[in-house]
């Protein structure tokens, strides 16, 4: 495994609403079943800051002592090599897949404790294709032991298929929504897309929420992280403070 140098963003890991907000989703994360140890993040749609919570969600597991792998797998448009280093002739996901690397070639021990990565790799002519074939699962079940979670970071379900078909073989799903830049009809429409691959929904990350107009909440964050009990729980609660 080889190391390499990732470049950080010391900004966000001292804002102390987005330091708050991550340590939310580790808890929940956390919570989660044994058995969910894969994870697919998602979005509905591009520039909804989806690597970036994935990255940063790593990031706050591997810093809480949880060995951690992330996959970079938007292997049509990926963000994660240009943004996180400076590293040149990287293999990736790609190359293991199409059978031209193996999967040690290409998992990288980062400069953060407990958190290995492997990047997209080249853009590939048939992106659906390696997701969907045997490789990827047997790729995910060689690594599942080594690892007390392994993130896969996808594209966005409202724009291809991709993180539909990875979710088939994962334990669970996130998605990641942007405030105010996804219509409600969309977010629908995604979620019951993911639906369809039979695996459970963990919850909603809400990106971007404006703290300025939400300042009087209580559950004011940068991002935040909705399960389906954890609604109930606020939802119970403000009903409490009404009366």
Do not use: W
Not at 68 to 96: F, P, Q, W
């Amino acid at each position: 495994m080889k190391p390499i140098e990732l470049i950080l963003d010391e900004d966000s890991s001292s804002n102390y609403y987005i330091k708050e907000a991550f340590n939310s989703l580790r808890a929940n994360i956390l919570f989660s079943k044994k058995d969910v140890k894969t994870i697919v993040l998602t979005s509905c749609l591009a520039h909804e800051g989806k690597s970036s919570v994935c990255f940063e969600l790593c990031r706050n597991l591997a810093e809480a002592g949880k060995k951690i792998l992330l996959v970079d797998a938007d292997m049509r448009k990926s963000v994660m090599i240009t943004r996180y280093t400076n590293e040149k002739g990287v293999y990736g996901l790609s190359h293991v897949l199409s059978g031209q690397v193996s999967n040690e070639e290409a998992v990288y021990n980062t400069s953060v404790e407990n958190l290995d990565i492997v990047f997209s790799g080249p853009y590939p002519p048939n992106p659906t294709e390696l997701i969907g074939s045997p490789a990827f699962k047997e790729f995910l079940d060689e690594n599942r032991d080594a690892y007390d979670y392994i993130i896969v970071d996808a594209p966005p379900l409202g724009l291809v298929v991709d993180a539909a078909v990875m979710s088939n073989v994962c334990d669970g799903a996130i998605l990641v929504i942007n405030v105010g830049h996804v219509k409600y009809r969309m977010a629908q429409q995604v979620k019951a897309q993911l639906e369809k691959s039979g695996k459970k929904i963990l919850g909603v990350i809400l990106n971007q929420v404006d703290r300025k107009k939400t300042i009087k909440s209580d559950y004011s964050f940068y991002a935040t992280y909705f399960s389906e009990s954890s609604d109930r729980y606020y939802a119970a609660d403000r009903k409490a403070k009404k009366k």
